[in-house]
């Protein structure tokens, strides 16, 4: 459990959900509010007319919203920082030393003190230098100030790794299976979510990711692998252990590859591993040699990253997404603002809709319809999905099919993830529901989806937004506010004309 990743998705999530409702609120019943009490004339007059009334309701409730937001963002801020923040005890004691049949301490190792519930592993070199293992998202970095033994005193450091915003170089993923072919997916252990493949341990099953825009330059003391790897287990073994598995690095091109580079899966944290300018490589006659990494094994900016389970019987889970390289890091606070600017985005889009719908309902309709659009929407990116796996035939991602089929399989008590038989009549009820759900796609896009404009799961994971991102929010969203806009506008002129 990473106990950062839950406050920032709480608290982005209870801002935004909270944000929206007030000008939803606000703006649905403000324009008929003030027609039923005569504060505004519904024949308007020059210098004053509809599009301005609409757009200052526009203006108005999303300065509101604003100061709203810039306040819950900085509690929120407050919140999760003090939440996070805390330092461990270290003192020599705690620590049992590692010695040499000389008698040489080579280190020390043991255990932090108990702080926000959770305790760390310690690993000391013999200068009484190291840090603590992975715990809750986190580690700490420690050092000895004074003294040696059971007298020596330790300083831990603040927390490591919780509150980050990397920049991952991302690759692509095949699989080979466990003859060493090329698969187009690996093995399915029965989870209905597909997302992760599985290879099986101890044969030549692989998973490769394949990396481009790799350059000395921005990697000058090796490639910083991260990675998240999940552990099927066929029995349950030592519990108290990890799987073991290797990672190589190969040359897409001459097919030369380093010595495996051995680690024990760590479940649901992201493991890192630094693969060093310099490795090992074993020739076919035996032998080994010393090659650079960037001189022999990367090749034209590319290279391969070759993962292998090596227990039996033991399955390693892995998605394209699950294993980057960490190219940089970026500011959390720019990180956490960003994410900001995405409920901004929504609250404009509510206040758009909210404005736009009372310019020719009543409050309580308005609300309503409003709401409904905004509910609509919210379904968009799953009719899309469901539309491409109709014209794919790929239902992995989207099971279950068009409405004809779903309501095939309600009647026939079918499961969404079982393939129906190819019959002609199956043939022809998935042609049927292609063609219903074509307008429904088209449809789906009058809507702006709230959920996509949200970034808060980038800033709780600890990835950086991208920028291109960002940009593509803001276009979609100022193309919806000029549609909202016009369409109030004109609504409020049709009800002046009415009148």
């Known amino acids: 459990m990473n106990p950062g990743k839950l406050y920032l998705g709480f608290i982005l999530s209870a801002t935004n959900l909270l944000v929206c409702l007030v000008v939803l609120v606000l703006s649905v019943f403000s324009l008929p509010a003030d027609v039923k009490a005569k504060a505004i004339q519904t024949v308007t007059t020059k210098p004053v007319r509809t599009g301005e009334i609409v757009f200052g309701r526009i203006l108005g409730f999303s300065i509101v919203g604003t100061v709203l937001l810039v306040i819950m963002g900085g509690i929120g801020w407050g919140f999760v920082v003090r939440s996070v923040s805390h330092r461990h005890q270290v003192s020599g004691a705690d620590l049992l030393e590692n010695l040499l049949e000389d008698g040489r301490v080579t280190g020390s190792e043991g255990r932090t003190s108990l702080d926000r519930g959770h305790r760390h592993r310690v690993e000391l070199d013999g200068d009484g230098n190291g840090a603590t293992d992975t715990t809750q998202g986190h ?181 394209q997404a699950d294993f980057y390289l960490r190219s940089g890091n970026g500011s959390f606070v720019l990180n956490y603002a960003k994410s900001c600017l995405g409920i901004w985005f929504a609250m404009l889009l509510v206040a758009a809709i909210g404005v736009m ?79 219903l759900l074509a307008p429904m796609r088209l449809a789906a896009y009058l809507f702006p989806s709230l959920s996509d404009l949200g970034t808060s799961d980038f800033v709780a994971s600890g990835f950086d937004i991208p920028l291109n991102l960002i940009g593509q929010h803001a276009f979609e969203t100022l193309g919806y506010l000029v549609a909202f806009f016009i369409a109030g506008a004109f609504s409020l002129k049709a009800r002046e004309v009415a009148s």
Not at 154 to 180: C, K
């Open 357 to 435: 719908f009372s310019t020719f309902l009543a409050g309580p309709v308005a609300l309503l319809a409003a709401l409904s659009v905004i509910m609509v929407g919210q379904f968009r990116g799953f009719i899309e999905g469901l539309f491409d796996a109709q014209l794919t035939g790929n239902s992995f991602e989207v099971p279950g099919g068009g409405p004809i089929e779903s309501l095939y399989r309600i009647v026939t008590q079918a499961s969404i993830v079982v393939e129906l038989e190819q019959t002609s009549f199956v043939t022809a009820m998935k042609t049927v529901d292609t063609f």
């Open 139 to 319: 580690r700490h970095a420690i050092r000895r100030i004074s003294g040696a033994g059971e007298t020596a005193r330790y300083e831990v450091g603040p927390v490591v790794g919780m509150l980050e915003a990397r920049r991952p170089l991302r690759g692509t993923l095949r699989f080979l299976d466990r003859e060493g072919r090329p698969s187009d997916k690996g093995i399915s252990v029965g989870a209905e979510w597909s997302y992760r493949q599985y290879i099986e341990g101890g044969s030549l099953a692989a998973a490769i990711w394949t990396f481009d825009g790799i350059a000395a330059s921005e990697f000058p003391q090796g490639l910083p692998l991260e990675m998240i790897v999940r552990v099927f287990r066929t029995y349950k073994g030592d519990i108290e252990k990890g799987i073991a598995g290797s990672v190589r690095v190969r040359n897409p091109s001459s097919g030369l590859q380093s010595d495996p580079i051995y680690f024990t899966a760590k479940e649901f944290t992201i493991d890192s591993l630094l693969i060093p300018r310099t490795l090992v490589a074993t020739s076919a006659d035996g032998g080994t040699r010393n090659v650079d990494l960037f001189g022999d094994i990367v090749s034209d900016g590319r290279v391969e990253v070759v993962l292998q389970c090596l227990e039996p019987a033991q399955y390693y889970g892995v998605a």
